[in-house]
């Protein structure tokens, strides 16, 4: 049975409500309101969202390609709010696994151990999600992209779409055989089922950073783990998955396929939505990031934590890369699973992302980027920095 929508909305909107109000959008005195998505991630035992599971964010922004290099696997690349929800979600779960693998041993509600028969070099896992847990995912607004491009032609004055042609992805920044052209933002607002660029102001730094329909698409192949029915549903773009395509992946045996997201609805209302906002009011987008799981809450600015420099070591997010890659190091060495000490023990970010144990993974990403999200560009610049370093 599927979760009720507005059981999993009320969820992520009560433990907003209880955040501090330094985490939330600031009241101005100039006639301009803030505004600011909301995603959250909720786990469920049957019908009924377990209130204590939730993780959320909040956030709109990315970082400018010319500044990955800088980054250091420190600064997040991309904190719109359904992207932070699911880095904060692959958060908790880490959390969870390592208090379940050190003394006290603390009892998960939603992880288990997995037993010495159930690992085997196909299936090395030590963790699994308990059977009876399922997982749903709440926006306040239509992710940007393919899934709120109906919403922006709404908008227009004239919803004519464009005739000019869409820009292409130049030499440098696209695979050698790749000639589509890849959509910036909200421009060419008419054509659907193309990778599109985050949206940002005509005169902001260029991103490679992909929309958040995109990504969401993506996961529908590859997990959640490391919305509109046109955007994500089999009749639409994914339809260019074949059934070859799945019958491959499934031979990986690490559960991989197709799994179109059910999109429902939901008549609650986040407070800080743009809807909200009267219209004798200015909307102002806010720069704050809320992030919140039952283990850790922070405040982000420009993708690093609030009153840190952005490219100092300091004001790294436990959302950034480099924490992620930290936390998985150590797990791996409390429960001793000698493959997985191998595949994240590696000089760089980098040689972790193409260790042989997630061939499968990678292989699934690579064919749904040439076979069907077609243009996806790789927003590089991050991948050589090390644990033992932090600049």
């Known amino acids: 049975m599927v979760a009720d929508a507005d059981a999993i909305a009320g969820c992520v909107l009560s433990a907003f409500d209880c955040l501090p109000d330094k985490r939330k959008p600031r009241p101005r005195n100039d006639g301009t309101r803030e505004w600011v998505p909301l995603s959250g991630i909720v786990l469920a035992k049957g019908t009924f969202p377990d209130r204590t599971s939730p993780t959320l964010s909040t956030g709109m922004k990315c970082l400018p390609s010319s500044k990955l290099p800088l980054a250091r696997g420190n600064v997040l690349h991309d904190w719109h709010a359904e992207v932070l929800a699911i880095r904060a979600f692959n958060r908790f779960l880490l959390d969870e696994c390592r208090l379940l693998s050190l003394p006290p041993y603390k009892p998960s509600l939603f992880i288990r151990r997995r037993s010495e028969s159930e690992i085997a070099e196909a299936q090395n896992q030590p963790f699994a999600l308990k059977d009876e ?57 008419g054509l659907l089922g193309a990778v599109r660029l985050k949206p940002s102001r005509p005169d902001a730094p260029p991103t490679l950073s992909k929309s958040c329909s995109d990504k969401l698409a993506l996961t529908q192949c590859t997990s959640l783990l490391f919305a509109c029915t046109r955007a994500f549903g089999r009749s639409g773009r994914m339809g260019d998955i074949i059934p070859e395509m799945e019958v491959e992946w499934k031979k990986l045996g690490a559960g991989y396929g197709f799994y179109p997201f059910a999109i429902q609805t939901t008549d609650k209302e986040f407070q800080h939505s743009r809807r909200r906002v009267l219209a004798t009011e200015k909307p102002a987008p806010s720069n704050l990031s809320a992030v919140y799981t039952p283990h850790v809450q922070e405040t982000l600015i420009g993708g690093v934590l609030q009153g840190r420099k952005q490219f100092d070591a300091r004001g790294a997010s436990s959302l950034c890369r480099r924490s992620i890659w930290k936390a998985v190091w150590e797990i791996a060495g409390i429960v001793g699973v000698p493959l997985l000490v191998e595949a994240v023990r590696k000089s760089n970010y980098e040689a972790v992302k193409t260790v042989d144990l997630l061939e499968g993974r990678n292989m699934v990403k690579s064919e749904v980027k040439k076979d069907v999200l077609k243009g996806w560009v790789k927003n590089t610049g991050d991948e050589g920095f090390g644990l033992d370093s932090q600049k």
Not at 163 to 170: D, I, K, L, R
């Open 133 to 189: 847990v399922s997982i749903h995912m709440y926006c306040s607004e239509a992710p940007c992209g393919d899934a709120s491009m109906e919403l922006v032609m709404d908008a227009q004055e004239d919803s004519t779409p464009w005739t000019s042609p869409p820009p292409t992805v130049s030499p440098e920044q696209a695979d050698a055989d790749s000639t589509l052209a890849v959509l910036r933002g909200r421009s060419h607002f």
